[in-house]
T-cell receptor, first 112, second 111 residues
Framework: EAGVVQSPRYKIIEKKQPVAFWCNPI?????LYWYLQNLGQGPELLIR????????DSQLPKDRFSAERLKGVDSTLKIQPAELGDSAVYLC??????????FGEGSRLTVL | GEDVEQSLFLSVREGDSSVINCTYT??????LYWYKQEPGAGLQLLTY?????DMKQDQRLTVLLNKKDKHLSLRIADTQTGDSAIYFC???????????FGKGTKLSVKP
């Protein structure tokens, strides 16, 4: 069974540039999460989807971050414009039920 | 708000037992979880315990839960070098029931 696939694995951009991350969850998992992980920290939730509906986006900085999950499968997370403090690993996870999350390898963003 | 606290580092010798501790704040958490993260990888669910249980054993892993003290521990028996990783404790917190992760404990296993 294929796991959660994320791309790109690494992205280096200059500040004020836009960036987008893509996630393909495990087939059949209706719940999809985007987490932010700073160095030396645990993952922090950005947004959670149930199918195509964002059910919890309270921690998503909506002035520069946006996300979508069209047709309830793949998802993209966008940052525009990126700031220095956005440098982190962006993790996507999918879940068949609460608590059992399957994570992708993450997309490491470096903002110069 | 919800918070999960863990010690940041643990170093053990190969073959010894490792005990990683965690305290949490949300007494309404239904489940508590342990995740493992190897370098450059995402997190992997190791085990979980239902909040009405005191102990759960799964091969080399033993989870102990003290609900009164809101204390969770993960014991790894016969620790191997392949167990070197960061271990995250997590609780289901908040009104949405999302996972709240601790900062992680980095386990180093010396040969």
């Amino acid at each position: 069974e294929a796991g959660v696939v994320q791309s790109p694995r690494y992205k280096i951009i200059e500040k004020k540039q836009p960036v987008a991350f893509w996630c393909n969850p495990i087939s059949g998992h209706n719940t999809l999460y985007w987490y932010l992980q700073n160095l030396g920290q645990g993952p922090e939730l950005l947004i959670r989807y149930e199918n195509e509906e964002a059910v919890d986006d309270s921690q998503l900085p909506k002035d520069r971050f946006s996300a979508e999950r069209l047709k309830g499968v793949d998802s993209t997370l966008k940052i525009q414009p990126a700031e220095l403090g956005d440098s982190a690993v962006y993790l996507c996870a999918s879940s068949p039920h609460l608590g059992e999350l399957f994570f992708g390898e993450g997309s490491r963003l470096t903002v110069l | 708000g919800e918070d999960v606290e863990q010690s940041l580092f643990l170093s053990v010798r190969e073959g010894d037992s490792s005990v990683i501790n965690c305290t949490y704040t949300d007494s309404s958490s239904t489940y508590l979880y342990w995740y493992k993260q190897e370098p450059g990888a995402g997190l992997q669910l190791l085990t979980y315990i239902f909040s009405n249980m005191d102990m759960k054993q799964d091969q080399r892993l033993t989870v102990l839960l003290n609900k009164k003290d809101k204390h969770l521990s993960l014991r790894i028996a016969d620790t191997q070098t392949g167990d070197s990783a960061i271990y995250f404790c997590a609780e289901t917190g908040g009104s949405q029931g999302n996972l709240i992760f601790g900062k992680g404990t980095k386990l180093s296993v010396k040969p």
